[in-house]
């Protein structure tokens, strides 16, 4: 009996992968942005990822149910050249879109809620009301 010959055709998704994952025929990425959340004493903060993402592409708002929701959206339009017709050689569009909405503690002041994006992330800062703790009252029931 004689061993079976196998035939490796690594070349055929090797061509696939070469027409498909290329700058003329890029990957779409729908991934959401991660989102951490943090509490301490005085505040919850939220963190979201935004690699090149600025301030006028967000917004965060409290809705009419009283949540957090966090909103982006980035357009993006690079043109690459033109001939002397206008007609384009390349082009590619990229639109990015997101929203989490997060339910907001009974704790938060919502009239201080603060958000700003720096070094690639938003950071939403909830910070939490003061509640007064009345002292404990200590007194002997009497038993009828």
């Not at 061993?3 to 055709?9: C, E, G, S, W």
């Not at 003329?24 to 509490?39: D, F, K, Q, Y």
């Not at 043109?79 to 989490?100: A, C, H, I, P």
């Amino acid at each position: 009996m004689m061993p079976a010959r196998r035939f490796n055709q690594t070349w055929l998704p090797s061509i696939f992968d070469d027409f498909f994952d290329t700058n003329w025929m890029g990957r779409a990425n729908a991934t959401a942005p991660a989102i951490n959340v943090l509490e301490d004493d005085k505040e919850y903060r939220v963190e979201l990822a935004a690699p090149g993402l600025t301030k006028d592409d967000f917004d965060v708002h409290i809705d009419e149910d009283n949540n957090l929701v966090i909103y982006m959206e980035k357009k993006t339009d690079n043109r690459e050249g033109k001939d002397s017709k206008g007609r384009y050689l390349r082009r590619e569009f990229s639109y990015t879109k997101f929203q989490q909405t997060l339910l907001l503690p009974d704790d938060v002041k919502k009239d201080a809620i603060a958000a700003a994006v720096a070094d690639g992330v938003l950071t939403v800062t909830l910070p939490k009301e003061t509640v007064e703790e009345k002292p404990q009252v200590t007194r002997q029931i009497e038993i009828k």
